[in-house]
């Protein structure tokens, strides 16, 4: 696993499908002016990368503006719509800052089931530690099985300590205890890890709300950061797990998580213009160190096939 | 799940219905917006093209042309379309003939495969009467044995005991073995997540699926997944020959184009579908009620079903005799209040009907507030036997007991008595004008909620 540089990997995964798409615009560019047809290949080229129909025809209506009947060359169109994409998804490349007057800096961790949220505290607790932070970590995912003893896991690998409380217990009440425990051992960062819910489960995003108002108790400033785990291979209902969970709590980063894969999270161009949430970190594999910062020229240049 | 997608159509369709005579850009016009929103449902790219195609072929010509409402037409036509593309008939998992046999749970990480594999398991215990075992074998995720051992427990279905260090080929060997041995009808395996593109972990469950040789592999699959549907489905199904998709997370908003995609391009029937986090949230998949939802003709059959499954048929019955009558007492209401919530509360209820998927989004800003039921079960069962049967002799003291029995305030009290009465009074009135049919299914409206919105 380890060898190759994270960027390579990132760009291998991403190149799985990008190849799709450079092969889609090169055939699209076989007449080489840019015409009407040409234009809604490109589009559609675009929606094969789950940018979403509205996006995609945004992106490719630029490229016709400035193109239009004009002799272009595949690999200058390619270059053209990364830089585009670039442009919308720099401003958000933004990693996590831990404030150090914060004793502990809290970060809330949220997401819909199954989007990578405990794997991802795990990740970020072993770069924390890393850089010599004192991290505690709440296992406030309480109605997965296992959940809890999933987390323990990662505390042990990162040398963090763990509160926890058995399966079914109130998950607010526990983020209370650890962040009481938190500032008394003085730490530095506290996660709190949650149980993955549907956004349209009204009942489930209230407990949610009730997580981050217990812990105003004890903070009137925590949580200071409240992290929305997002899954690559997801479509559009990203646009609406955004906004659903931002009604709720104020989201401060998106994580994307198995980047690795073909999906290519073509969404995240939609999501930069639409809510500009800062995109903190990318997850590309299953290892404590395949989280890293996000990149957005990379990102870009590899969803259009370009090298970096 | 697919709410969003009745929306837009429904709105495209609607503009056809209020047309008189259908012109051939009448339909071009309409399939555009039906391929906008197939896209942003998440239907894959080249699934939207074959769909649309078809759909176009079949309504620009005599039969449509010269239809009496040209706007229905096509919206059979696109029903059609999706039902075919959806599949046939509903199919069930296999049950072995010659027991025991496995069925192999595979799919990307986080789809759901651990709780689906128990959800399934539970299913086949309680429906087929199988004896069943569950094992995992996922060592790749911290815990991931631990959660299927657990979630073994709470459905009561047996775990394969876990060894320490055991590769997942050598445990599905072993889980083969103890099902022989146990008298088992039923192996299920639960696999570690994998992405379809990681060659190494592919190769181990192609070597899984050849020492176990299962009768049913399930590629699980979010509904929330996007365009990269087509390349998971065919990856997985090129790779270890599916048998059938599992769907899960259709409880959530998300239009579920993948459906779309992973059946055109697997050709394997969607099977089963998850719609919630209990054990017992597992359906059976049925194309034909799906595309109606689809085009928001609303779910009426699994409505049919869910109220047959909960009311009994008697109870219904002798309930309407007695509201014709104008003789309901709070005995009847707590009745229906609890019936309600057993289906899933009203939320649950009003998707399934036609014409309310369209309205979902207001009804979702208009808060219905489903503790409103808990909280008027409450009150009811604050009550005395006598206060139940006969309401008017509540008076203002023992609303004040009521209150603070039930942990709710005087007001909320005076509004359920208040809104049972006029209840009541409204179906004496329905009662003596004969249309005791429509109490039948035993839906009275209930005190505060709002009533069910007119169609069209």
Same mark, same amino acid.
């Given at each position: 696993?380890?060898?190759?540089?994270?960027?390579?990997? *990132?760009?291998?995964?991403?190149?799985?499908?990008?190849?799709?798409?450079?092969?889609?615009?090169?055939?699209?560019?076989?007449?080489?002016?840019?015409?009407?047809?040409?234009?809604?290949?490109?589009?559609?080229?675009?929606?094969?990368?789950?940018?979403?129909?509205?996006?995609?025809?945004?992106?490719?209506?630029? =490229?016709?503006?400035?193109?239009?009947?004009?002799?272009?060359?595949?690999?200058?169109?390619?270059?053209?719509?990364?830089?585009?994409?670039?442009?919308?998804?720099?401003?958000?490349?933004?990693?996590?800052? =831990?404030?150090?007057?914060?004793?502990?800096?809290?970060?809330?961790?949220?997401?819909?089931?199954?989007?990578?949220?405990?794997?991802? =505290?795990?990740?970020?607790?072993?770069?924390?530690?890393?850089?010599?932070?004192?991290?505690?970590?709440?296992?406030?995912?309480?109605?997965?099985?296992?959940?809890?003893?999933?987390?323990?896991?990662?505390?042990?690998?990162?040398?963090?300590?763990?509160?926890?409380?058995?399966?079914?217990?109130?998950?607010?009440?526990?983020?209370?205890?650890?962040?009481?425990?938190?500032?008394?051992?003085?730490?530095?960062?506290?996660?709190?890890?949650?149980?993955?819910? *549907?956004?349209?489960?009204?009942?489930?995003?209230?407990?949610?709300?009730?997580?981050?108002?217990?812990?105003?108790?004890?903070?009137?400033?925590?949580?200071?950061?409240?992290?929305?785990?997002?899954?690559?291979?997801?479509?559009?209902?990203?646009?609406?797990?955004?906004?659903?969970?931002?009604?709720?709590?104020?989201?401060?980063?998106?994580?994307?998580?198995?980047?690795?894969?073909?999906?290519?999270?073509?969404?995240?161009?939609?999501?930069?213009?639409?809510?500009?949430?800062? =995109?903190?970190?990318?997850?590309?594999?299953?290892?404590?160190?395949?989280?890293?910062?996000?990149?957005?020229?990379?990102?870009?240049?590899?969803?259009?096939?370009?090298?970096? | 799940? %697919?709410?969003?997608? !009745?929306?837009?159509?429904?709105?495209?369709?609607?503009?056809?219905?209020?047309?008189?005579?259908?012109?051939?850009?009448?339909?071009?016009?309409?399939?555009?917006?039906?391929?906008?929103?197939?896209?942003?449902?998440?239907?894959?790219?080249?699934?939207?093209?074959?769909?649309?195609?078809?759909?176009?072929?079949?309504?620009?010509?005599?039969?449509?042309?010269?239809?009496?409402?040209?706007?229905?037409?096509?919206?059979?036509?696109?029903?059609? !379309?999706?039902?075919?593309?959806? &599949?046939?008939?509903?199919?069930?998992?296999?049950?072995?003939?010659?027991?025991?046999?496995?069925?192999?749970?595979?799919?990307?990480?986080?789809?759901?495969?651990?709780?689906?594999?128990?959800?399934?398991?539970?299913?086949?215990?309680?429906?087929?009467?199988?004896?069943?075992?569950?094992?995992?074998?996922?060592?790749?995720?911290? @815990? @991931?044995?631990?959660?299927?051992?657990?979630?073994?427990?709470?459905?009561?279905?047996?775990?394969?005991?876990?060894?320490? $260090?055991?590769?997942?080929?050598?445990?599905?060997?072993?889980?083969?073995?103890?099902?022989?041995? &146990?008298?088992?009808?039923?192996?299920?395996?639960?696999?570690?997540?994998?992405?379809?593109?990681?060659?190494?972990?592919?190769?181990?469950?192609?070597?899984?699926?050849?020492?176990?040789?299962?009768?049913? !592999?399930?590629?699980?699959?979010?509904?929330?997944?996007?365009?990269?549907?087509?390349?998971?489905?065919?990856?997985?199904?090129?790779?270890?020959?599916?048998?059938?998709?599992?769907?899960?997370?259709?409880? &959530?908003?998300?239009?579920?184009?993948?459906?779309?995609?992973?059946?055109?391009?697997?050709?394997?029937?969607?099977?089963?579908?998850?719609?919630?986090?209990?054990?017992? @949230?597992?359906?059976?998949?049925?194309?034909?009620?799906?595309? &109606?939802?689809?085009?928001? +003709?609303?779910?009426?059959?699994?409505?049919?079903?869910?109220?047959?499954?909960?009311?009994?048929?008697?109870?219904?019955?002798?309930?309407?005799?007695?509201?014709?009558?104008?003789? +309901?007492?709070?005995?009847?209401?707590?009745?229906?209040?609890?019936?309600?919530?057993?289906?899933?509360?009203? #939320?649950?209820?009003?998707?399934?009907?036609?014409?309310?998927?369209? +309205?979902?989004?207001?009804?979702?800003?208009?808060?219905?507030?489903? #503790?409103?039921?808990?909280?008027?079960?409450?009150?009811?069962?604050? +009550?005395?036997?006598?206060?139940?049967?006969?309401?008017?002799?509540?008076?203002?003291?023992?609303?004040?007991?009521?209150?603070?029995? #039930? $942990?709710?305030?005087?007001?909320?009290?005076?509004?359920?008595?208040?809104?049972?009465? !006029?209840?009541?009074?409204?179906?004496?009135?329905?009662?003596?004008? $004969?249309?005791?049919?429509?109490? /039948? $299914?035993?839906?009275?409206?209930?005190?505060?909620?709002?009533?069910?919105?007119? /169609? %069209?």
């Amino acid at each position: 696993m380890s060898g190759q540089g994270w960027l390579g990997r *990132l760009r291998a995964g991403l190149s799985k499908s990008s190849n799709r798409i450079v092969d889609g615009i090169s055939s699209v560019f076989t007449r080489r002016k840019l015409d009407e047809e040409a234009i809604e290949g490109l589009e559609e080229v675009l929606i094969a990368a789950d940018v979403g129909p509205a996006t995609a025809a945004k992106l490719a209506g630029k =490229i016709a503006d400035t193109r239009f009947e004009k002799d272009v060359t595949p690999e200058a169109v390619r270059r053209a719509l990364a830089s585009e994409i670039a442009a919308i998804l720099a401003p958000v490349a933004k990693p996590v800052g =831990i404030d150090p007057a914060k004793k502990p800096h809290v970060i809330l961790v949220i997401g819909v089931n199954g989007t990578g949220k405990t794997t991802t =505290i795990g990740k970020l607790a072993k770069a924390m530690r890393d850089d010599g932070k004192r991290v505690v970590l709440a296992a406030g995912d309480t109605f997965r099985a296992a959940a809890v003893e999933q987390l323990k896991i990662w505390g042990e690998r990162s040398g963090c300590p763990v509160i926890s409380r058995p399966q079914g217990a109130d998950s607010a009440g526990l983020a209370y205890d650890a962040l009481q425990q938190a500032q008394r051992d003085n730490a530095d960062v506290l996660l709190i890890d949650t149980a993955g819910r *549907l956004h349209n489960k009204a009942n489930l995003m209230a407990e949610l709300e009730k997580v981050a108002r217990v812990l105003k108790k004890l903070d009137p400033e925590a949580p200071q950061d409240c992290l929305l785990v997002l899954d690559a291979t997801t479509g559009q209902n990203a646009l609406s797990q955004v906004s659903t969970f931002r009604e709720m709590l104020p989201i401060t980063g998106l994580v994307v998580t198995k980047l690795d894969g073909s999906a290519k999270g073509g969404v995240l161009v939609a999501l930069a213009e639409k809510f500009a949430i800062p =995109i903190r970190a990318v997850g590309v594999g299953e290892g404590a160190d395949d989280l890293k910062p996000f990149d957005a020229d990379a990102f870009a240049r590899g969803l259009m096939g370009l090298e970096a | 799940m %697919f709410d969003s997608l !009745t929306t837009r159509l429904g709105d495209v369709l609607d503009r056809l219905k209020r047309r008189g005579a259908l012109k051939e850009q009448d339909v071009e016009a309409a399939l555009r917006e039906v391929r906008v929103a197939l896209l942003e449902a998440d239907v894959a790219l080249p699934v939207v093209r074959d769909l649309v195609a078809k759909v176009k072929e079949k309504a620009i010509g005599r039969e449509v042309l010269k239809s009496i409402t040209p706007g229905q037409m096509v919206v059979k036509i696109v029903h059609d !379309t999706l039902v075919e593309t959806l &599949g046939g008939e509903g199919e069930d998992v296999m049950l072995p003939a010659d027991p025991p046999g496995a069925i192999l749970m595979v799919g990307l990480q986080g789809s759901g495969k651990t709780t689906t594999t128990a959800k399934l398991a539970l299913r086949l215990k309680d429906r087929e009467h199988k004896k069943v075992l569950m094992a995992s074998l996922d060592v790749a995720r911290p @815990a @991931a044995q631990e959660q299927l051992k657990i979630l073994g427990e709470q459905a009561g279905v047996a775990t394969l005991p876990v060894v320490a $260090g055991q590769r997942p080929v050598e445990i599905a060997r072993r889980a083969m073995e103890a099902g022989r041995f &146990g008298g088992y009808d039923v192996v299920l395996l639960d696999t570690a997540g994998r992405l379809h593109v990681d060659e190494a972990l592919m190769d181990e469950v192609a070597a899984v699926r050849d020492a176990a040789m299962p009768l049913e !592999t399930l590629l699980v699959a979010d509904a929330m997944t996007g365009q990269d549907a087509v390349n998971v489905g065919k990856a997985f199904h090129d790779r270890l020959g599916l048998t059938g998709i599992v769907l899960t997370r259709v409880d &959530g908003d998300a239009r579920g184009g993948a459906a779309l995609s992973m059946r055109a391009v697997t050709g394997c029937p969607i099977k089963l579908l998850g719609v919630g986090e209990k054990l017992d @949230a597992l359906e059976a998949f049925h194309p034909d009620r799906i595309a &109606g939802r689809i085009l928001g +003709m609303g779910d009426v059959v699994s409505l049919v079903e869910k109220v047959a499954e909960t009311v009994e048929a008697e109870d219904a019955e002798k309930l309407a005799a007695k509201l014709a009558k104008g003789e +309901m007492d709070l005995n009847d209401l707590a009745e229906q209040l609890r019936q309600i919530r057993k289906m899933g509360g009203m #939320s649950g209820l009003m998707g399934l009907l036609p014409g309310v998927a369209k +309205m979902k989004n207001q009804l979702a800003q208009a808060n219905i507030d489903e #503790s409103i039921v808990k909280r008027q079960e409450a009150i009811i069962q604050s +009550m005395t036997p006598h206060e139940r049967r006969r309401p008017q002799v509540i008076q203002a003291s023992r609303r004040r007991r009521i209150a603070t029995g #039930s $942990g709710t305030t005087v007001p909320e009290v005076n509004k359920l008595l208040k809104q049972f009465m !006029t209840m009541n009074k409204m179906m004496k009135k329905v009662g003596k004008m $004969g249309k005791k049919g429509m109490l /039948r $299914g035993g839906f009275p409206p209930m005190p505060g909620m709002p009533g069910m919105p007119p /169609r %069209f």
